[in-house]
């Protein structure tokens, strides 16, 4: 099970979130509590819990671990209970092998890395009008920013 977020501003909470997410999620999977009394063990799928960051934090690292037992009131460090955060960092010139490897992620990093520059001298929307005419004018998410303009641009 995969699950995968999108943060622009850190948030230590993310692992909390992240757990209350797959617990939705299984929920579903089980279908009926009544599965939980009986003998047999019910399996699950592996949980994956990744967040894509490209907040203006510059002390977020390539990959991040956020642990959930950070918030326990009295740390515990046996590990018997933890959930995991991995936060990714895709903003512009971070994760280069993942950015190579995929392309749309980089254009879209590259993207916001444009509205981030803009948004220094002009207003929001200003910025983003400025990086939408840029980015199409150098092939970035050249399709979708055509075909999707006006809703990028509101």
């Not at 918030?71 to 460090?77: G, I, L, P």
């Not at 960092?89 to 092998?97: A, D, E, L, R, V």
């Not at 916001?112 to 970035?140: L, Q, R």
């Given at each position: 099970?995969?699950?995968?977020e ?20 299984y ?26 960051y ?14 959930l ?14 959930w ?27 993207f ?29 998410l ?5 075909s999707h ?6």
């Amino acid at each position: 099970m995969n699950l995968y977020e999108h943060q622009s501003t850190y948030n230590p909470n993310m692992p909390l979130r992240g757990m209350l997410y797959a617990v939705d999620v299984y929920r579903k999977y089980i279908g009926s509590i009544e599965k939980l009394y009986k003998r047999k063990l019910v399996k699950l799928p592996n949980p994956k819990y990744v967040v894509f960051y490209n907040g203006d934090d510059n002390n977020i690292e390539d990959v991040t671990s956020l642990r959930l037992s950070d918030a326990f009131e009295e740390q515990d460090k046996s590990g018997d209970y933890e959930w995991t955060a991995t936060v990714i960092n895709i903003n512009s010139g971070y994760n280069k092998q993942l950015m190579d490897a995929c392309p749309i992620l980089k254009q879209y990093s590259d993207f916001i890395g444009k509205i981030k520059k803009y948004s220094k001298k002009y207003d929001i929307k200003e910025a983003v009008d400025i990086a939408v005419e840029e980015a199409i004018e150098e092939d970035i998410l050249k399709d979708f920013l055509t075909s999707h303009k006006q809703e990028v641009k509101t």
